[in-house]
C-alpha cells in the first residue's frame, strides 16, 4: 500500500509521527522530574516539522493552520529580503545572491537554507552587499535583514588565504630553490 506525505513523496504505509515538544520526565542523573511526572500530552506542546527556507528563483509560501482561527505563514523558498539600512533606517527589498554563514548549522550552508542569523549576499542596483537574518523566515513567511557593514568570517577567511597564497607564490617565484642553491656552490 502506497500513501503520499504532505509533500508529495511515497510512504509504504507509514505516517509521520506525531511530535511533541516537551520536558523530559527524567533528569541528567537519571532521576524522574516530579514537575512533568503527573503531566499528560497537550495540544499545545505537539510540534511540527522544522520548515527549511531555501534560496530560490521564485518565492514559495506554504500557509498552515495554527491554534484557534489563526494562520501561520510558513515560507519554503525565498527569492527576495527586506533589507534595513541602520544608518539611513531605510528598507529596500533586495535579490538573495548567495547564503555565506548559518550559526544554527553550518551544514546548512551547503543547502542554502536560511534562518534567524544567516548571512547572506543581497544584490540591489548591480551592487553587492552582506546581510543578517532577523526574522525567522519559517514562521513569519519574510525574510527581513539587517545591512553590514563588514562581510561575514567566511568571506574574510577565503580573501586573507587567497592573499596568502598568491603572495607564496610570488617570494617562491624571486627566491631559488635549496637544491638549485646547492648546484650552484657545486659548479663553483
Request: positive net charge; aromatic residues 4%.
Amino acid at each position: 500500500m502506497l500513501n503520499r506525505d504532505k509533500h508529495g513523496f511515497k510512504t509504504r504505509g507509514l505516517k509521520h509521527m506525531t511530535q511533541w515538544h516537551l520536558k523530559s520526565a527524567r533528569k541528567e542523573t537519571g532521576g524522574l522530574r516530579n514537575s512533568v511526572n503527573g503531566k499528560t500530552k497537550r495540544l499545545y506542546t505537539k510540534g511540527g516539522d522544522f520548515t527549511t527556507t531555501t534560496m530560490a528563483d521564485a518565492s514559495e509560501m506554504l500557509v498552515a493552520a495554527g491554534r484557534g482561527k489563526t494562520s501561520k505563514a510558513k515560507l519554503r523558498k525565498a527569492s527576495v529580503a527586506n533589507v534595513t539600512d541602520p544608518k539611513s533606517k531605510k528598507t529596500t527589498k533586495m535579490k538573495i545572491i548567495w547564503v555565506h554563514e548559518n550559526k544554527a548549522n553550518r551544514l546548512y550552508v551547503r543547502r542554502n537554507i536560511i534562518t534567524k542569523g544567516t548571512e547572506i549576499e543581497v544584490e540591489a542596483n548591480g551592487s553587492k552587499h552582506y546581510a543578517q537574518v532577523t526574522s525567522r523566515p519559517g514562521q513569519d513567511g519574510s525574510v527581513n535583514a539587517v545591512l553590514r557593514d563588514t562581510a561575514p568570517a567566511s568571506v574574510e577567511a577565503k580573501a586573507a588565504k587567497a592573499a596568502k597564497t598568491s603572495s607564496n607564490k610570488k617570494t617562491a617565484a624571486a627566491t631559488p630553490a635549496p637544491a638549485a642553491k646547492a648546484k650552484k656552490a657545486e659548479k663553483k
